[in-house]
């Protein structure tokens, strides 16, 4: 008989390619007053969690997960934690397209036609989430992101492998620096993901080093979660292609939510969008977002915009995971 000092239940989904393994049976009593408290918390206390559901042999390098909690603030159904292979994000929107997608298909939440309105306590703040439901099947997810502003324009670094090159700061519920790719002689196509990655790798590190990034409304959001590099489109109907490198040179392969969300405000405040029209951004691997800005907002004392991403999710498994007591590796490890 096995000797179990661990048993928890995930529902594993992915939204346009790029997983979320979303924990609904175990999770520990998290104290907190808000999510940021709990995500704290969570870093300094229970940090094996993360390792456990996120690592091999469980996991891999580009997994991407999520805890569910209860509600801090009035209007909110759930609080969100995003879990990856360095730590915890700011906010994710294909995160919050799929929780959408799980909840509303899986009965998680009272369902209404033809929208389901879900609420979330992310840690960058608080997320509206719009799932569509014909009675038996969800559809589409739209959520209502955090305000997104261009933190700092034309920021030009230098790179070991890629020379200078030119970017923007954006935040659209993180931090992230955009860049066009052909500035170092690539496109976004999948057989060169791993230029890609050197690329997004060097020009993170760069940034890092020469500039302090600090959000003007929230203390707690002050890293740079990774780079954006886009190019013509690598398929039919999208106005763009972009792939995001991001914590430990991980790979969305989505269109990004958060990261569609920077870019539809980068272009709206440099005057290439203009509010209310629809832009799809598509992925490495051919998957799209589209995205609206909705209305021009300050952040402190920067512009911003409230933009509307819209995306679908599918859902792949459920999963009891175990941990034996002999087992040598209770928190996994991280192999490239």
């Given at each position: 008989?096995?000797?179990l ?25 998290v ?10 918390w ?44 360095e730590?915890?994000?700011?906010m994710?929107?294909?995160?919050i ?31 509206e ?101 886009d ?30 969300s ?27 977002f589209?995205?609206k ?11 911003g ?12 498994g ?19």
């Open positions: 008989m096995l000797n000092v661990r048993t928890i239940q995930t529902v594993d989904a992915h939204t346009g390619g790029e997983p979320l393994r979303i924990l609904v049976s175990g999770m520990p009593a104290p907190g007053t808000g999510i940021l408290d709990k995500r704290a969570l870093k300094t206390h229970r940090d094996d969690l993360r390792q456990f559901l996120m690592n091999e042999p469980r996991g891999h390098a580009d997994m991407y997960g999520a805890y569910l909690l209860p509600p801090t603030t009035p209007g909110a159904d759930f609080g969100v934690i995003f879990i990856h292979n730590g915890y994000s700011d994710c929107g294909h995160g397209i799929a929780l959408g997608k799980v909840l509303v298909e899986l009965g998680y939440v009272e369902r209404t036609s033809p929208l389901t309105r879900i609420g979330f306590d992310a840690p960058a703040g608080f997320i989430a719009f799932v569509e439901w014909d009675g038996q099947r969800a559809g589409k997810v739209t959520f209502k992101n955090v305000p997104a502003f261009i933190y700092l324009r034309d920021l030009e670094v230098q790179t070991p492998s890629f020379g200078r090159v030119r970017g923007d700061i954006v935040f659209g519920g993180a931090f992230y620096y955009y860049l066009n790719a052909e500035q170092a002689g690539l496109t976004v196509k999948p057989e060169l993901v791993r230029s890609l990655i050197q690329l997004g790798a060097e020009t993170k590190a760069a940034v890092m080093a020469q500039v302090k990034i600090q959000h003007p409304l929230e203390p707690g959001l002050d890293q740079l979660y990774g780079s954006i590099i190019s013509a489109p690598n398929c039919a109907g999208v106005d763009q292609s972009n792939v995001c490198v991001f914590a430990d040179r991980e790979v969305d392969r989505s269109p990004t939510g958060t990261g569609t920077g870019r539809a405000a980068q272009l709206f405040l440099r005057g290439q969008l203009p509010l209310g029209q629809t832009y799809v951004n598509g992925s490495i691997v051919g998957s799209k589209e995205v800005v909705a209305q021009a907002v300050k952040v402190g004392d920067f512009d915009a409230l933009t509307e991403v819209t995306g679908s999710a599918h859902i792949m459920h999963h009891q995971w175990v941990l034996e007591e002999l087992d040598p590796f209770p928190i996994g490890f991280f192999l490239r």
